[in-house]
């Protein structure tokens, strides 16, 4: 089970000094958030001032406010209002500029190579009663509220024997939950995927490769 601790992640600045991106994950990993030698990239961006966005030819882009209450979003001389939870999708060639009616804002960013990969967010409501899974080719985001991870069950595989402790006793095979802090992320699996609960909300986010036609 994978976890990205937000709080381990170092802060790049914006070239126009319009604020900073953390990349949580990319694919193939580049070495700085902004080369832009990916395929596709989930970033949080803290948003100071107006100002242009950079472009990303041959890219489509998913951004969701997570932090504040507006940001006005002009693509290509139209504008969007963008208000907190609600995903917005744009072409990542298009001339794109934003203000801050309301002040600073935290967005969310999924950034997918058109005609391979394909970026999906949905922002969730978790509960202590029913675990959310998170599998392959997900990414699971704490945007607010309290919550833990474990591994999921085993399914239909072959349980995993007990070991015995040093008193002889057997220990439980079960990994104990692991708490998670705002913005951190858990990496899905389809091997024991991951199981969020809690009270709050999440972002899950969907990398989905694309299928080549002939």
Do not use: C
Request: charged share 25%; net charge negative.
């Amino acid at each position: 089970m994978e976890i990205i601790r937000f709080a381990d992640i170092r802060p790049e600045p914006w070239r126009n000094g319009g604020g900073v991106t953390r990349e949580l994950a990319s694919h193939p990993k580049a070495a700085s958030a902004q080369d832009g030698a990916w395929d596709w990239r989930v970033s949080i961006a803290d948003v100071s001032k107006a100002g242009e966005f950079s472009a990303f030819p041959g890219m489509e882009r998913v951004i969701t406010i997570i932090d504040g209450e507006l940001l006005l979003l002009s693509v290509d001389g139209s504008e969007h209002p963008l208000e907190k939870y609600r995903p917005f999708r744009f072409s990542g060639e298009a001339a794109s500029s934003a203000t801050l009616p309301t002040g600073d804002i935290r967005d969310l960013n999924v950034i997918a190579r058109e005609g391979a990969f394909k970026g999906y967010t949905s922002i969730v409501e978790i509960s202590k009663k029913r675990a959310h899974p998170v599998f392959e080719g997900q990414l699971a985001v704490l945007l607010e509220g309290k919550a833990t991870v474990a591994p999921g069950g085993l399914g239909d595989e072959a349980p995993v024997e007990e070991e015995e402790s040093d008193g002889g006793a057997p220990s439980p095979s079960a990994a104990e939950p692991i708490e998670l802090s705002r913005y951190d992320a858990v990496v899905g699996s389809d091997t024991r995927s991951p199981e969020i609960t809690g009270r709050g909300f999440i972002a899950v986010i969907s990398i989905d490769h694309v299928e080549a036609h002939a």
